[in-house]
């Protein structure tokens, strides 16, 4: 089975840039999940989707970073623009469904920093 | 609001040594608890789950136990490796939502 998707690993900004990650699940889970992974701390929860709908964005700034998962697949996380304090590992995770039960897979993450 | 805390965040023991990692958490209505391993630069691997019902789980020389009402878990490492050396962090579900903490940074000297 093929796991967590992630492109691209590493990318290198200037402040005030745009940037976008792309992430696609394993084959079938419905339940795709974006965190943000600052160094030395553990992953913060930035969206979670049910399909292609929406169940908790509440700590996603929503000013500058946006997210979707169109046809309820592949989604793409975009930050514009970029700041300093951006630099982290955004980390995409994937379950069969939300709820209690479902053990969450992680895909590699993709390293940004912020000049 | 849920916290979670894993104290120590740096472990250094010897080969071969026996240890425990230690995770709590403030919200004792969980859903589930997950340990994790994440290797430098890496994402996370998924070592144990464990429901709400359940008091342990078990794979190879790792055991993860749970106690909701005092709101604590520890992951038990047997017969330690070098390759260990890892962080390791737990993640409790609530309504959906999982929380992390900070992770331990196990380090396994030959």
């Known amino acids: 089975e093929a796991g967590v998707a992630q492109s691209p690993r590493y990318k290198i900004i200037e402040k005030r840039q745009s940037v976008a990650f792309w992430c696609n699940p394993i084959?079938?889970?419905?339940?795709l999940y974006w965190y943000q992974q600052i160094l030395g701390q553990g992953p913060k929860l930035l969206i979670q989707?049910?399909?292609?709908?929406?169940?908790?964005d509440s700590q996603l700034p929503k000013d500058r970073f946006s997210a979707e998962r169109l046809k309820g697949v592949d989604s793409t996380l975009k930050i514009q623009p970029a700041k300093l304090e951006d630099s982290a590992v955004y980390l995409c995770?994937?379950?069969?469904?939300?709820?209690?039960?479902?053990?969450?897979?992680f895909g590699p993450g993709t390293r940004l920093t912020v000049l | 609001k849920q916290e979670v805390t894993q104290i120590p965040a740096a472990l250094s023991v010897p080969e071969g040594e026996n240890l425990v990692l230690n995770c709590s958490f403030t919200?004792?209505?969980?859903?589930?608890l997950q340990w994790f391993r994440q290797d430098p630069g890496k994402g996370l691997t998924s070592l144990l789950l464990?429901?709400?019902?359940?008091r342990e789980q078990t794979s190879g020389r790792l055991n993860a136990s749970l106690d909701k009402s005092s709101g604590r878990s520890t992951l038990y490492i047997a017969a330690s490796q070098p390759g260990d050396s890892a962080t390791y962090l737990c993640?409790?579900?609530?309504?959906?939502?999982?929380?992390f903490g900070d992770g331990t940074t196990l380090t396994v000297k030959p």
């Open positions: 989707f049910q399909n292609n709908g929406v169940v908790d």
């Open positions: 993640a409790v579900k609530v309504a959906g939502k999982s929380t």
């Open positions: 919200d004792s209505a969980i859903y589930n």
């Open positions: 464990i429901q709400s019902s359940q």
């Open positions: 084959s079938g889970h419905a339940t």
């Open positions: 995770a994937s379950s069969l469904v939300v709820g209690s039960y479902n053990e969450q897979f």
